[in-house]
Each structure stands twice: as C-alpha cells, then as structure tokens.
C-alpha cells in the first residue's frame, strides 16, 4: 500500500538542505508538534502493520460469529464468553481489530487522496506557471471554478457517476478507488495556485532562465529547477488535505457514499456507532471517533506547525 | 472592461452547461425513479407507461436538452415525489438555508475575527495557544457527530434546545423568518454551531495569520515607535488591514457554507434545501436534484463573477495580467 | 422536563376541565407523499389520509375489520359475483356535504381510472352501483371472496367536491402534476387538515362533526405532524420531550426509551416478512465464480443457504429480540400461514455442508448479495450478518448495499442474484403473495419474482384462487402451492418484523400491524 509518508524531494542535498538548522531546530523546540509526530507515526505504523497487531481479522466473515455482538469492552459476552479488549460492535467485530484495520483503509484513502491531488495540482501548476497564454487561462479558470464548487458535492457527483459505470461485481472493491478519486479531484486546487505563483516568480530568475539559455528542454527546467522551490508550501497542504481528506471520507459515508460496511474505514464505524449513541453502547462509537479525532487532530497541529515553521517571518 | 466581462459571462455559462450535463449523468445511476412512484402491486405495464411518461425512456442527451429548454424559461418541471413545481418547492425552502447560512456565517465572521486577533496579539501565551489547539479539534471531526453529540449533551441530556427544526416561524411576504419568535430563535442555535465551527476555524486562522504579518509591517513598527497606543495599534491600523482579505475569503466560503448545509440540515431536520436534495437523492427526485445542483452552481459561479469583477475594476494591475494571459 | 411539564398539564387538563385541547405532536421517518388519496399506495401517504378521509371498512389494532363508512356488507344472496354493501347514515364531509352512496359509486371509478394507485387492487371490480341512497353493490367479474380486504385503504370522496374543484382525474404524479386534491382535502374523518407544508409540517384539527365522536375516545384534538428522517434525531425529539408519539424507533434505543422516565415503547408483529431471494432461473449467473452453470438451480444449494442462516442469532443480536424468526414468506396474519411451516428454519450448518457437497459445491462458491440499507429495520446490518453466516458453509458472499431506489429496480430488471426483500400483505391472503413472488413473470403476474422461477403447474393453481369460491377448496389449493414452494426452497425466509412506537406515557393506544396510527382510537391521559 502506498501509505509512505510524505517526506519531501528524493534529492539529498535538497533534503540535507531541508532538514537542516532552523526547520529541526524549531521542530525540537515545539512540543506539541513531536507529541503529534509521534502520535501520526504511531498510528501510521498500526495501520501498516495491522494485520500483525490485530488479535482478529475482522474483514473475513468467516471467522465472525455474530453471537459476539454487542459485548462491552473488556468483559465477557454474555452467550459466547468471549472477551474482547475494546468490545465488540453490532456485528460481532473486535472493536480494536477493527479500527486498526478500519484506519488502513482510512488512512490509504486519505494519502492516496492527497498524492492524487497533489499530482494533478503540481503538474497543472507548473504547466499554468511555466507555459502561460490560453493554457493558463484555461486551467486556472477551471481552478477557480473548482474552488467555489463545494468539495463535498462534487465527491457525491464522482462517486455516483463511478458507481453507475462500475459493473456490479466489482463495486465492492471500487469504493475505495472512486473515493480516493473524489475527494482527489476535488483537492487539487490549491496545489496548482502555489505551485503556479512560485513558478511565475521563479521562471524568471535569472538560474531559470540561464539553464534555459544552455538549452535544456522546458521539462527538465520545471522539473529540476522550480519543482524543488514549491516542495516547501506543498508539504503543509499537502499535510492539511491528508487531514480534511480523511474526515472528507468520513462525511461522504454519512451520504452514504463511503466505504462498505463489511469492510469499514473510521469514517463507516463512525456512521455505524452513532447509531449506538443513545442506546449505551458507547464504545461502538467513541473508539473509532477518538482515533480519527487523534490522527486528524495531529495532523493538523502538525500541518500547523509546518506552516509556522515554514514561515520564519511569524517566529 | 466590457469585453472581459463578456468574456467572463460567457465562459460562466458554458461551465454551467457543463455542470449541469455532469449532474445529468449522474441522475441516470443515482436509481430508478419509477420504483418509488408505483407501489407494491403495480405491473411490468405501468413501469413502460410511466417511464413513457416522464421521457426516461429517451436518449440521455434528449432529456438532458429537454430540461435545459424548460429551465432557460424558469420551468424546472414538477417534483416526482411532490408533485409540485419545483421552483415553488425551491422558494419555500430556501429561506431557511439562507438563514441558516447566514448566521453561521455571522458566527463564523465574529468568531473567527475575535479570536483571531486574540490569538494573534497574545501570541505566546497559554490561553492563545489552547484556544488554537482546541479550535482544530472541531475541525478534526465530521460535521455529522458533532451535530450529533450537540444534540445529545443540549437537547436530550440538558434539555436546553431544541433537536430539529426550525420552530415557529412567521411568513413575512412569502419568506417564512425563525428570527422573530423564541422558539425559531433557539432552533437555530445548534445547526449554526455545528454549521459554522469549521469556518469560524478557517477565519480564525486566517485573522490570525494576516494580522502577525501586518502587525510587523514597518509602519505599524514606525506607529509603535511614535508611541501609539498598542491598542489602537492593533484595532484601527492592524486590524483594518487583515480585513479586506477575510471578507474575500468569507464571501467565497459561502459556497461551501450552503453545500456543507446539506450534513447540517439531514441531521438537525433543518427545512431547507440540503435537506430537500438528500431527500430528492432518496427519492431520484430528477427534477428537484436538477434544479439544486443548477441553482447551486448559478450561485457559485455568479460569485465567482462578481469577486472577479470586483477584483478587475479595483486593481489595475489585474488588468494588465489578465489581458495577458488571455492573447 | 417538557414531558413533566406536559404531564401534569394533561392530569391538571383531565381532572379540572375533561376533555380539553390536546395536540399529539407526532414525528415518523417520511412524509405522506400527496393528499391526493387515490394516488399513491403507500404506507405514510395512506396513514395521514387515514385521519382525514375514511374507507367503507377499516382495520382495527389486530387486522379485524371495522366498520366505518359501511355498516355492514355481504355477498348478495343468490348472485355470487355481487357484494351489498350498506352505508352509515348522516355522516357529513368537512365542508357540510352529505356522504351518500353515489360519492362511493364516484370514488371507486376514481380509484379505478387510469393514474390511480389503487387500480390494481380493483381490477376485480367490473361495476359499482348505488341501489339508493346508503346502498351500493359492486360487481366482479367472478366470485371475489376476499373484495373487502381490497377496500380497507380506500378513501371515498365528496363528488360534488372533487367536481367543482375539477379534481375528478387523479393527481398524475408521474406526468408531474397538481390538483386540487393533492393540496386540499375534504373527507369525512376525524380530522381536517389545518396547514401543511410537506416534508416539513403538517397540522391537522379534530372534526367536530366527526359521525363517530361518541363511539371513539378523540382525546386527541390536534395533531402536529413532522417528518424527522434522521433515526438519532428522531429518537432524540421523542427523549428531550419535543415530539409526543414517534413511529419507527430504531431497536437499539427501544430500551433507552422504555427506561426514560415518562415514555413508553409499544410493539406488536408487523404484517411484513424479511427474505433472500435467488435467481435459479438463469442457465449460469454473472455474479459468481462458477462457470457454466448456476448453483442457485440447484434446490440442495438453496435449502442448503437456507439452513446456514443462524434467525436466532440475527433475532437476539441484530433486531434485539425485536422480530421473529420465519420459515415461510407469509406473516402470521396471512390467510395460509402455518406454525408448523413457519416453524422450519433452524440452522444446521454441518448439513448444510454436507448438501452443498451433494450439489458439488463442496469447496463452495463465490456471489453478491444485494441489500437495500433504508428500507427494512436493520436491512443492511442482517445483510452483513448473512455474509458471516454464508461464509460458513464456505459460500463467498460480496456485499453491495446501496438505497432503496437503486435495490429495487435491480429485483424489477433481473440484475441481481441474490437480494433481499420483505413483503406485506395488505389482503392478508396468501394469494397476494402468489400472484407476486411466485408466479412466473409475465405482464400481470409475478411482477417481484425475481428469481426466474417458473412452474406452469403452479401457475395455474394460483389464477384459479381468484374465483375459487369454495373457501375450503381454496384453503387446500394455497395449501398446495406453499408446500412446493417450501420444498423448492424458493426463497430463503428471515423473519417477520416488528414494530415499534415510543410515546409519552399518557399516550394510549395498540400498536397497529399496518403501522398505520388512527388516531381516533388514542386515549390520553394520566
């Protein structure tokens, strides 16, 4: 699964350059931003590796017994005698097993989304910066157009087109490629906006316009000289749009339109366990929905912390 | 100016017709309106009679063509479920989106401004940082569960509010208002809440973040040097500067605000259009989707408009980069 | 607290004044779809009508015929293709108009014509004639025993009314229209409509003209009506004391209710059963894993299916004791219905096994199962729970859950395999079902059998019940049918639903098996 973290440009001298003084000295020095690190990196980690921690499989109905439902967490059922560490939800699933493999999906939805838009931006961006004339019109036309077009409602306008294209047999599987489709396609805007405002800058310094001068082609000049310049504004949206993507993902199953039951993401057993909110089953929704709290809300103070960092002037 | 308006008028609506073609599309797997319209006993007859009727049985573009036609002249059909014009429905309904949207609007402007210029003169210190951590809770959680736990700790554990809704309303020219009565007053608290926290949040940082970097701006260092109050520092030169920006941004969030009304609204019963365009989608209430998803983008892309002409008539350096961009 | 406070309103309003104004504030998931009473035949459309307007016959509490607009009615003697039916005296509509045999003559032709709803439960009927005044006969064409269940949700209007009005032709909802009738009503019943705004509000006032007010107890004297779709919120009105009587409380929140102080939940078996069905029509199916051949044909397969399923399990933990296990796709108020046949659904997962090997799907095989996820109680969730249960006899089970309006057309279209369907029966005879489930489909029958099942022995069983009018004979007839069409396994039943309504505990009143409140029969108070 692609769910490798975004860690900058492969370059090391980039990188060397990335990491070094300021940025890890402001990142030592900002507590919450390591407790959210190492909250992210410990959940990420879960998720990859979820299938190693997880006591159960909950995405293989054989091994479910539906007597198991409804157990309160760490006491026995009251039919099977079965004990589960986090409880059990309505259908007899490890509550814990199934948010870890719930946040895989949660999570892969979430980064595939993000590099998905990520990609569409930086290339529309670049073009729209480097190219110029009607295909700049054009692009960021579309861009603005985008931007006022609620995120929310173009998803549900994917999701229902893909679906309908989808033959049936394979619509149990799609779900979690039109939603990565989605809310990918309804993100991508402000990647393009920066990457386009620092490319219109950076195209005319004078190191652009010398590698221009030596004849190197339009392509290895954006992608060598002005891709490196963006990486930095990219990385904190492209932090924030993991967050907003994977709560994006929970909202849409609320429309009913995220992933299926049988193989839940955080955002489905949350729409599940609200269901439970009033009857005392309390644990059907507050593990999922205080692990989505957890990960959207490190990110987030990440993604915040990123900016500030990024931004020495507001130190 | 005339030209590139017309050229902005223009390149509106063939987004409009794309929109609307994409909309379209979708209908067709959204689900089959016959099913809801006949009941238990009808016959394999009435399906073919009924979808003869409605013109389902037509080519996709015929149909797509058909409502277009009707649409320019403001028909946009009857309901499938009601049975009414849809742009009557349309009308009765948005009166309590708009107001809806408005007030959270408002919740989310002076929110957000207050505590972003808290935030932003007491930068350091603990208060400000809870408050900015604690906003981005509420914006680490769907809509949908805070409306949720909202109505649960305020209607049925407090029993302070109501849990859906709009109350008494009063009809005032054919805009029913929840403003004037108590009960309509108090319904709208939790829906602007729910509605309004994640913008609220968005300004908040916005304010935040405008006004750090105005308040280093060299005259306002030149003003702290002239012994200007460090209050009217912050409020009549700092502030008034961050504003023009928040404004834009709020007035382009408008947009989302009214999409976002579609969680709000199923949630809380709200009576407006959100809710109308789920139940229309439950229903493959055709006409009803149509008109939304139309009016919506009118709505959007007539904003779009005027931020842009906006933009084009104040800053003359606009013009320069447009005109070229376009050759 | 607004419940107290309501409370000791009513027990203050009962001891001090009687009977005073009492408004029901009363909220279920959908909203009547139209006024118009003859077009839709659908249960919310049909129960808010129910307040207004009023049919010849009604059911009570228990699915027993009540008279209402009809005082009594008879096959007339010696004409065996003739019923009599004798009207109640000196009931008057809304408006003051007299209700007469000639408004039934005009409703019926009404209920028949071409955009009604309800023509097809009147296909029957080849004449309606008013012998005088409170007199009507209807004519069928052959002997119809079961006529008046046909008539219980069917709404007379005021002739002169609908004429001037010129809302004579029902309300085409397909071809998009409005009437008259469709925003405005004029009945005979308990309650007259005040305001309405649909999906949003509706509120209607007692009738003090009402033919009935000292025969029912009409405690209440006003009703708000509120369509919350959101089950939470629903439930979460019913708690905070917002809303008075609720239908559709979602099971797990029926203890939560009970356990508020002041609030009651009522429940009674529903007329609707929950079943699988399985296309063992087709020669080989697209959404399996076996090529060339289809074992859903295979009736070892199907029994096989059937005895995997755990109905008590999905009873105790899925519907929270709220349903109860079925054998067979009728509901216990269904004329035809047997203990003994709704008795064989245990589960035997070991012979289960040991037919699917018989049928050489020893090692199983794999198809989707498609489920609606708003139309039944907890449709989705038994879907899931058959998943696990399926997974067990090594049957590979892919979920496609999706909202009612896509589900149904696929049953309509055959594009599913394997779905899920409930199914009342509002005649309460096992000929309603034939003639839909189980009968080959062509244009007039067997219009929701999707399982391409087709028997022309059967078929002819089932036509001959229409006209069958030794009831014996008959019963032995429907007998018949049903013991092939549990051999075959035809269909794989789940349970008979239950329903459920939370109230305020001054709130009295039987759960109705139609779900469809009258709220003349409400009593209030203390």
Redesign the interface.
């Known amino acids: 699964m692609a769910e490798t973290p975004i860690e900058g440009p492969d370059r090391p001298s980039r990188l060397a350059q990335f990491w070094d003084g300021d940025f890890m000295w402001s990142f030592r020095h900002a507590p919450?931003a390591m407790v959210s690190f190492a909250i992210v990196v410990v959940l990420v980690l879960s998720a990859i590796f979820a299938p190693l921690i997880a006591p159960f499989d909950p995405f293989?109905?054989?091994t479910?017994?539906?007597?198991n439902?409804?157990t309160p967490p760490g006491e026995p059922n009251a039919?099977t005698g079965d004990s589960f560490f986090l409880g059990t939800d309505?259908?007899?699933r490890d509550v814990f097993s199934t948010i870890l493999y719930g946040m895989r999906i949660s999570l892969f939805v979430g980064f595939s989304a993000v590099f998905l838009a990520m990609f569409i931006g930086i290339l529309l961006g670049l073009i729209a910066g480097y190219v110029?004339?009607?295909v700049?019109?054009i692009i960021?036309?579309v861009a603005?157009?985008q931007?006022?077009?609620?995120?929310?409602?173009v998803a549900?306008?994917i999701f229902?087109?893909a679906?309908?294209?989808t033959p049936?047999?394979y619509?149990?599987q799609m779900a979690i490629w039109v939603l990565i489709l989605a809310i990918g396609l309804s993100d991508w805007v402000q990647f393009a906006r920066v990457v386009r405002g620092t490319t219109l800058v950076e195209k005319n310094k004078e190191y652009v316009q010398a590698a221009r001068l030596i004849g190197r082609s339009r392509f290895a000049i954006m992608l060598r000289h002005i891709l490196p310049n963006v990486l930095g504004p990219v990385l904190v949206i492209a932090t924030i749009s993991l967050?907003l993507a994977i709560?994006a993902e929970?909202?849409l199953s609320?429309?009913?339109v995220g992933a299926?039951?049988?193989k839940p993401s955080l955002?489905t057993l949350?729409?599940i366990g609200?269901?439970?909110?009033?009857?005392?089953?309390w644990w059907i929704l507050f593990f999922p929905?205080i692990t989505?709290?957890a990960l959207?809300?490190s990110i987030?103070?990440l993604g915040?912390w990123l900016r500030d960092a990024m931004n020495p002037?507001?130190r | 100016m005339f030209s590139f308006a017309l050229r902005r008028v223009f390149q509106s609506v063939i987004v409009l017709l794309v929109v609307g073609l994409v909309a379209f599309a979708m209908f067709r797997f959204v689900g089959d309106p016959i099913d809801n319209m006949l009941g238990q006993e009808r016959t394999l007859e009435d399906i073919e009679r009924l979808r003869e009727n409605l013109g389902l049985d037509k080519p996709f573009m015929v149909q797509y063509w058909r409502f277009l036609e009707q649409a320019a002249q403001g028909n946009f059909g009857l309901s499938y479920r009601q049975g009414r014009p849809v742009a009557d429905i349309l009308l009765e309904r948005i009166p309590a989106t708009l107001e809806l949207a408005f007030v959270s609007g408002l919740l989310a402007l002076i929110g957000g401004i207050v505590l972003g210029i808290f935030t932003a003169i007491r930068r350091r210190g603990v208060a400000a940082n809870v408050i900015m951590t604690a906003s981005l809770v509420g914006v680490s959680l769907p809509t949908f569960l805070i409306g949720i736990l909202l109505i649960y700790i305020f209607s049925v554990e407090l029993n302070w509010l109501p849990s859906f809704g709009r109350g008494d309303v009063v009809d005032i020219g054919g805009w029913s208002t929840g403003f004037f009565t108590e009960s309509g007053r108090k319904a709208l608290i939790l829906p602007a809440i729910t509605l309004g926290l994640y913008q609220m949040t968005l300004i908040m940082r916005l304010v935040r973040t405008e006004m750090l970097e105005v308040l280093r701006m060299d005259y306002i260092r030149f003003a702290r040097a002239r012994g200007i109050k460090e209050r009217a520092i912050n409020f009549r030169h700092a502030l008034k500067n961050t504003l023009v920006p928040v404004i834009t941004i709020t007035g382009l969030q408008l947009g989302s605000i009214i999409a976002f009304a579609i969680i709000t609204e199923t949630v809380f019963q709200w009576p407006g259009v959100g809710l109308l365009f789920i139940n229309a989608i439950q229903f493959v209430d055709i006409p009803v989707m149509a008109a939304y998803l139309m009016m919506i983008s009118v709505m959007f892309v007539g904003i779009n408009l005027i931020v842009d002409m906006l933009y084009f008539a104040i800053d003359p350096r606009l013009r320069v980069e447009r005109s070229g961009g376009s050759n | 607290m607004k419940t107290k406070a309501l409370l000791a309103l009513t027990l203050l309003a009962t001891t001090a004044m009687g009977a005073s104004a009492e408004t029901l504030r009363w909220a279920r998931a959908g909203d009547s779809l139209t006024l118009d009473p003859h077009a839709q035949n659908e249960g919310p459309t049909h129960t808010l009508a129910h307040q207004i307007y009023e049919p010849l016959i009604i059911r009570d509490h228990s699915g027993a015929f009540q008279a209402a607009l009809a005082t009594d009615w008879a096959p007339k003697e010696g004409d065996p293709n003739v019923w009599v039916f004798n009207l109640r005296q000196g009931v008057t509509y809304h408006d003051g108009a007299d209700f007469t045999a000639e408004d039934v003559v005009f409703s019926i032709n009404r209920a028949k014509s071409e955009n009604s709803a309800m023509k097809e439960l009147l296909t029957s009927i080849v004449e309606v004639r008013a012998t005088d005044d409170h007199t009507v006969e209807f004519v069928t064409d052959g002997p119809n025993p079961i006529l008046p269940s046909n008539l219980t949700n069917l709404f007379m209007m005021d002739k002169g009314w609908t004429e001037a009005n010129s809302a004579t032709k029902v309300q085409d909802i397909a071809g998009g229209e409005t009437t008259f009738a469709s925003s405005n009503t004029n009945g005979t019943g308990p309650f007259q409509l005040v305001s309405r705004e649909p999906d949003v509000k509706t509120v209607l006032s007692s009738n003090a003209a009402y033919w009935g007010k000292d025969e029912f107890p009409l405690d209440v004297t006003e009703i708000v009506y509120t369509p919350i779709q959101n089950a939470a919120t629903r439930v979460a009105a019913l708690l905070s004391g917002e809303v008075d009587f609720i239908q559709d409380v979602p099971v797990q929140d029926l203890g939560r209710v009970a356990d508020t102080s002041g609030l009651v939940v009522k429940t009674a078996p529903q007329n609707r059963v929950i079943f699988f069905g399985m296309n063992m029509g087709a020669d080989d199916i697209a959404n399996d894993n076996v090529d060339g051949k289809n074992p859903l044909s295979d009736a070892r397969v199907r029994k096989a299916m059937s005895l995997a399923v755990n109905r008590d399990a999905i009873k105790k933990v899925v519907m929270r004791e709220q349903s109860q296990p079925a054998g067979m796709i009728a509901p216990p108020f269904v004329n035809g219905w047997t203990a003994e046949m709704d008795a064989s659904s245990a589960t035997d997962v070991e012979k289960a096994k040991s037919l699917m090997a018989d049928a050489g799907y020893g090692d199983g095989f794999s198809i989707q199962l498609d489920c609606p996820n708003d139309r039944y109680i907890n449709d989705e969730a038994i879907c899931q729970a058959a998943v696990g249960m399926m997974a067990q006899i090594g049957v590979t089970v892919n979920l496609d859950a999706k909202p009612k309006a896509q589900h149904f057309p696929l049953i309509q279209n055959k594009e599913t395999d394997f779905y899920m369907l409930g199914w009342g029966v509002p005649t309460y005879d096992s000929e309603y079902i034939f003639n839909f489930l189980v009968h080959t489909r062509n244009d007039e029958r067997g219009s929701w059998n999707g399982t391409g099942y087709s028997n022309p022995d059967l078929d002819a069983k089932i036509a001959s019940l229409s006209s069958e009018t030794d009831l014996e004979k008959r019963n032995g007839l429907i007998g018949d049918i049903w013991s092939v069409v549990q051999d075959e396994t035809l269909y794989i039943p789940i349970h008979h639903q239950v329903l459920n309504w939370g109230m305020t505990e001054n709130v009295k009143t039987e759960v109705s098996p139609e779900d469809d409140p009258k709220f003349k029969f409400f009593e209030l108070g203390g």
């Open positions: 919450v293989n109905p054989a479910l017994n539906l007597m439902g409804f039919f309505d259908q007899g110029g004339g009607w700049e019109t960021m036309r603005d157009i931007l006022t077009f609620p995120s929310i409602l549900m306008l229902g087109i679906k309908g294209i049936a047999e619509r149990d967050a709560i929970a909202t609320f429309l009913g299926p039951p049988t955002g949350i729409r609200q269901e439970f909110m009033f009857s005392g089953e929905a989505l709290l959207a809300l987030n103070l915040d002037k507001l």
